[in-house]
């Protein structure tokens, strides 16, 4: 049987490369194995905080720190009557208007 499995491979001349272990190839010890996992997670981490600084220069960039009124509250005040008389005296007139209004939607 084996001298049949000689005269087959007799001819053959290919040999594929493999990518297995070599003989030069040293393996790493546990000290080696510990500082590469500890780098890694130092770069990890650098990256983490690199990110949220980003982030955070970001945020920061668009805001003023200044007081912003919204389109409603603009609204109010354009709508408000000068302030130089006393509150009391402001809503008898505008009572009064609403009462002559109303009046006059009767007749």
């Not at 499995?5 to 510990?34: A, H, Q, S, V, W």
């Not at 983490?48 to 980003?54: A, F, G, L």
């Not at 603009?74 to 009572?95: C, Q, V, W």
């Amino acid at each position: 049987m084996q001298q049949k499995n000689d005269k087959e491979t007799d001819g053959c001349t290919f040999e594929p490369e493999l990518y297995g272990k070599k003989e030069n190839d040293t393996t790493r010890d546990l000290d080696t194995f510990i500082k590469d996992q500890n780098s890694f997670l130092e770069r990890k981490q650098k990256k983490i905080y690199d990110k949220k600084m980003q982030d955070k220069d970001e945020e920061i960039d668009g805001v003023t720190h200044e007081p912003r009124l919204n389109d409603i509250s603009i609204a109010i005040t354009e709508n408000m009557e000068s302030r130089d008389e006393p509150t009391h005296f402001r809503l008898y007139r505008k009572g009064a208007i609403k009462l002559r209004d109303i009046n006059e939607k009767d007749l």
